[in-house]
């Protein structure tokens, strides 16, 4: 497995204030109301840390447990062990699927680099001979399969064959003579063209027949095996999601109204500047109203604010735009169609070029209009099934649009590894959520790391899962195994390029 995020993805943002993902300020407090039967409970908040206050109310016994936790073994600890965890559950998935498929286990490790602890069942059908280690770093893990051939021996005739090649290159090389300007090669004895002709042909290679060893099993159950651990990090999503929906405070569900909410007060020199205000609320453009309403998603309310911006930059230059607004004392009341259009006003601000900025802006700071956090929760068990399904599969494709945008930043050179967010950025925003004693947010970390992982370990890149899958299906549909020790080159190259991504994110983490 490896862990590497979007940086800011959108799999954090029910984990964290809307307030604090978009740039939004929650200004109004609707209390705490029941509906449906009292199914649901809707808690607002107002500040990032009124999650802890709502939920350690109802969970204060679990709390305290937590907080002494917390303060016995410190926040980066706790998130490391959280990590951990998710990652043990997606190398569970490896281990078991292979195992149920009665196919050899060499070795499960949690993290990667030197083995700390370590331990070889000597029984149980399961576990017999496996080696259990936990490593040194805990940013990843794997499961090791055995190698279905001898790879000490194919080493040696490598190592041989790279030196008898460079031996008959030098022979080659003293059998060249320049006459008159151009170069002859004499040709060698038949013996030394033996050589040379060998020297281009590949290594024979011969691989075991044991069929308990993964390359030697149908397609179909590698497949299986290799994609085994995705598929438990998202059932290991849908649990905490489930626990949260019956037993915990329940699922959020951030409430947005109409409008672009101004986050900041616009600076001097720019169009805003005594026009707009911190906390105002643009509801029109050009006498069309933002549609931003009721949006579930943070990624989705976000994008609607960057459609809005993408608006405003392709004015003319020199042409002005008519912004409907509602001023922010009026917008801490009840916001309906009927008092919109009674507090609105209209200005006219111009966009100009600010800075070293090729495009006009109207020097705001916007975001989605936050209004609330609603918590759903049942006790109806198909309704909680329902709830974690449409969440995971919510949080899972937010996270996919966040990463896909972050590879495509990364392959056009605009954002380099600051587009990522590794291990270090991770165990940073674990630390946040930890430091607020609040063991709803700890959970709602963990389900969100879990997706990550799945997402990104079903990326089709080699030495990851997808990357695997990818050649197994590849044999399904041509119905031809590719070249094993081709693939093996593969996923050393790809491994290595992974460890320099990595590399990029922690020092882009540290800044």
Known sequence: SWVSF????????????????????PRRHRGTTRRNNQKYYRNTILRPTALTTTTSLQLSSTSNTFSVLLDA?????????????????????????????????????????????????????????????LRAIPF???????ENYNVTLVQ???????????EERKLQKEQQQVIKGKALTIKSSSQTA????????????????????????????????????VIFNLILAFLLYFGQATV???????????GAFISQEPQRNTPSYGLLHRGDVIVEVNGEPLKLAHRESVLESQQAITDFIREIRSTSEGESIRLGIVPGSSATSSSSVQKISTMKKDVIVTPKKLGDSSQPSIGAMLG????????????SVPEAIGLAASEVRSISVDTITTLTKAISTLLAGGGGTTAVSGPIGVIKIGSDMVRTKDL?????????????????????????DGGQIFFVLGEAITGKKIDQRVQENINAIALLLLLLTSFGTVVGDLK
């Open 6 to 25: 979007p940086a800011r993805s959108a799999a954090f943002s029910t984990i964290r204030s809307p307030s604090r993902v978009s740039g939004c300020f």
């Open 248 to 258: 915990g405070n329940g699922l959020p569900r951030p409430i947005f109204e109409p």
């Open 440 to 464: 709803n947010a700890v959970v709602f970390f963990a389900a969100a790391i879990s997706i990550n992982l799945a997402v990104v370990n079903s990326l089709p890149f080699p030495a990851l």
């Open 194 to 229: 033996k050589q040379a002709s060998s020297s281009s042909g590949v290594i024979p290679i011969d691989y075991y027949t044991d069929p308990n060893l993964l390359q030697n099993r149908s397609w179909l159950q590698r497949f299986i095996v290799l994609s085994g651990g």
């Open 73 to 133: 073994v410190g926040s980066p600890l706790i998130a490391i062990l959280v990590l951990a965890f998710v990652v043990l559950f997606h190398e569970a998935g490896h281990f078991l699927a292979a195992r149920y498929f009665n196919i050899n286990v060499q070795e499960f490790s949690v993290g990667i680099g030197p083995k700390l602890l370590g331990v070889t069942p000597k029984q149980g059908k399961w576990f017999e001979g496996v080696e259990f280690n």
């Open 368 to 379: 989605p209009n936050f209004i609330t956090t609603e918590y759903v929760h049942t006790k």
């Open 140 to 146: 990843g893990g794997f499961v090791r399969f055995p």
């Open 156 to 166: 040696q005739m490598e190592e041989e064959f790279d030196k008898k090649r460079k």
